[in-house]
């Protein structure tokens, strides 16, 4: 009745090109994005903020970044936990070294020193495929917190081997630091949410996308079609590792504030980005949303349920939350290997026959 | 002979037996690996609740004990009796086999023909779920876990070694046993594969599922057999690695150590994985030993998933890996 194509009329390409075609989504994404940034920050409050809409915009870009290299161009990467580190400490030492730098500049920074680390650990993708690749990844998961925790000259030289990030403002306001507001910290990060959701969407369907899927679906066949493997999965590792950078910077200054590289950027931060993109649906932006929000609300939400609502101790409340987001990814893989996006998709073919599907 | 070297040596033979260990967690994943192509990241979590269960059985602790109390306000913990060491580890083998049933059952016959890609990554789910389940059951605290196998340093080579060197080799007895039993485990395991008709259906399965399908092999019981072995293979790793360092969270971890062991020696060889576990078992001994101090030490970290890594640079297959051949 209202998800229609019918009487929406396409008079030039850019509009029959465009991510929305639909007018009833095109509505839908305006009405998301009024309500981000129209709505949220007048009523958001502390809680809501530190537990859910922070770490869900920042996991968002994470699984956005892993959803390019995984989703997209096929390679498996066990590694983003390591690469968030890599993000978190550029901009801790660039926060210390250049006070006078504005967060935007930091943040992208770090985007790209973590860019160069990931196309540096890309670069065996070229001759590993597949699991083994997997593996090696890994290998940079250990080794950069291991290089973070040894090397006093990345947390310069505090005691504790904490990185603390330092206030800095943004157009006169607090982002970082135990002064920063929560509606500031919210804007900030929906900021670069936006845009990197934007850049990513049309990155993925323009040239360089279309060579990693084709990448992703069959390497060899790829090179045959005149594909350039070495480009197309180094570019992948490069924007990939962008946004995990990012992503794992704005973890560290933003969200977090104070850090220990191996509780917070440990191979257990690899497995849930992993998990977000399964959940959320490989090769999919909306997908990499909705497994974030996935991901963020799940343990907030059984928390409530178990500890708060029927009186169970944390211990246990936490074990069941083991069992039951693995419970989950199983159920997924077996019945929607496409994750969420793929529902999604589903229930918008349904919903363009309803209510006569015949 | 000079100091460094003596000491280089008993580095030497210490990690020979960390590598027999991690040797032993790389055959339950080649196990399932040749045989249904799943690779199984669960089978460092398989470990811990093998020996979680085997600790729980001995102790008599009541399952799930935890929740039962909280939900029924009850407050049990003991069933109050000791079962021998070695009825629990018979138990503790019936409770892996049944785990092998359900894996099958409600997981991966439901994942048959899907990409390898998704079948590891139900695996993951497996290792989070299977961990959850293990935490449930028996509680999260560290257990000593203890099937009577002598502990402490060998007496024996270590006057040997004195008497020869001046300097006694500290070798582990537990270490020592654990490699005896790994060789057993592997002798038994190739054995069972070459000699028996299950072993036989094994091997088929491993080489061409269709082909063994249609001379009359069931896929599903192989898979079972299979994944019983991988569990029976976790039991004995655990109770190595538990009568070590207890039963806790971080026996889950040594399947990661596992992989880079893996992509040395091949994830479809047994003898690779053998070997690969005593080059990286040795490797990352030396390493720390002669480099580690110059570099802050720890390194043993990180140091095999690099040594495998610039490995695969040059041999993509591993050592003993079949050469991977691609086809359009």
Known sequence: MFYREAGDFKTTYAKDNQTFPIAFDRYRYYFVLFMAIGIVPFVINDYWANAILLPFLIYAIAAIGLNILTGYCGQVSLGTGGFMAVGAYTSYKLMTAFPGLDMVTITLLSGFMTAIVGVMFGLPSLRIKGFYLAVATLAAQFFLVWLFNKVPWFYNYSASGQINAPERTMFGMAVTGPNAESWVKYLFCLAFVFVLAWIARNLTRGSIGRQWMAIRDMDIAAEIIGVNPLKAKLTAFAVSSFYVGISGALLFTVYLGAVEVGEAYGITKSFLVLFMIIIGGLGSIFGAFAGAAFMVLLPVLLRNILTDGMGWDTALATHFEFVIVGAMIMIFLIVEPHGLARLWALAKEKLRLWPFPH | ?328
Do not use: C
């Open chain 2, 1 to 328: 002979m000079p100091e460094q070297l003596v000491f280089a040596m008993e580095v030497t033979l210490n990690g020979l037996m960390t590598g027999v260990m991690y040797s032993l967690v790389a055959l339950g994943f080649v196990l399932i690996f040749k045989a249904s192509g799943i690779f199984n990241y669960a089978q460092g979590v398989m470990a811990l609740f093998a020996a979680m269960t085997l600790v729980g059985i001995q102790d008599g602790r009541v399952p799930f004990a935890h929740i039962i109390n909280e939900v029924l306000g009850t407050d049990i913990h003991y069933f109050g009796w000791e079962v021998p060491a070695l009825l629990a580890i018979l138990l503790t083998v019936l409770v892996m086999i049944g785990f092998a049933l359900f894996v099958q059952k409600f997981i991966f016959r439901h994942l048959v023909g899907q990409e390898p890609i998704i079948l590891f990554m139900a695996t993951i789910g497996l290792a989070y779920f299977l961990e959850g389940v293990s935490d449930l059951m028996w509680g999260s605290e560290i257990r000593n876990l203890d099937v009577g196998l002598p502990q402490g340093i060998n007496d024996t080579i270590d006057q040997v070694t004195f008497e020869i060197f001046g300097y006694g080799f500290f070798i582990d007895n537990l270490d020592l046993w654990a490699t005896g039993i790994a060789a057993v485990l592997v002798a038994g395991l190739i054995a069972y594969a070459q000699y028996t008709k299950n072993g036989r259906a094994m091997r088929a399965v491993a080489d061409d599922h269709q082909a063994a399908l249609s001379v009359g092999i069931s896929l599903n019981y192989v898979w079972i057999l299979v994944w019983s072995l991988a569990g029976i293979v976790a039991l004995v790793a655990g109770i190595m690695w538990g009568s070590k360092s207890g039963v806790q969270f971080s026996l889950s971890l040594i399947a990661l150590k596992a992989l880079p062991v893996l992509m040395l020696g091949g994830f479809t060889s047994i003898p690779g994985a053998i070997v690969g576990g005593l080059i990286i078992g040795v490797g990352e001994a030396l390493f720390e030993f002669s480099i580690g101090p110059l570099i802050g030490g720890a390194t043993e970290n990180w140091f095999a998933y690099v040594l495998a890594l610039v490995f695969l640079v040059f041999r993509p297959q591993g050592l003993f890996g079949e050469k991977i051949i691609e086809r359009v």
